[in-house]
């Protein structure tokens, strides 16, 4: 069985826990930095897999987000949700706060993205949160992603 985790959005990433392995990669995106949209043949290819179970992050706007930010976000989500549907594979929508309080150790009224990173770190040592090789910084979309693809196991287990 393979456990997926996805943070929707486009600075998101989708995850796998397989075995006593595991993965993460950005989420995949076509066109410019400025008009960016979801490459949804790549998201695809990364689901492949005989048996699996996917958990994506609930969608919400953020109190900075302007209008289209926020219509984008909800469109991301639409489309993976839509993928999952028409492919047949099971999945679970989880709000941020549900995934977090199991997932995180630390406070989670405090800095949640570093307590992502450290817990992601801590719990999968030889997976890497850098969204490329010349980044020199973890990536909190990397960590949630991959702390939801463990969250998606546990609820299975």
Known sequence: MTYVGIDVGLGGAIAGIY?????????????T?????????????SLVYEQRFVCLEEVSPGPKMGKAQCMRLGQSQAYIVGMLVATGIPYQIVKPRIWQKEMLTANIRGD????????????????SLKRTERCTKDDDGMADALLLAEFARRLRA
Not at 33 to 45: H, V
Not at 112 to 127: E, N, S, W
């Open 19 to 31: 075995g006593d392995g595991a993965w993460v990669v950005p989420m995949p995106t076509l066109g």
């Open 33 to 45: 930095k400025q008009r960016k949209t979801l490459d949804l043949g790549e998201i695809a290819s």
């Open 112 to 127: 949640t993205k570093r307590a992502a990173i450290a817990a992601a770190k801590a719990l999968f040592p030889g997976v």
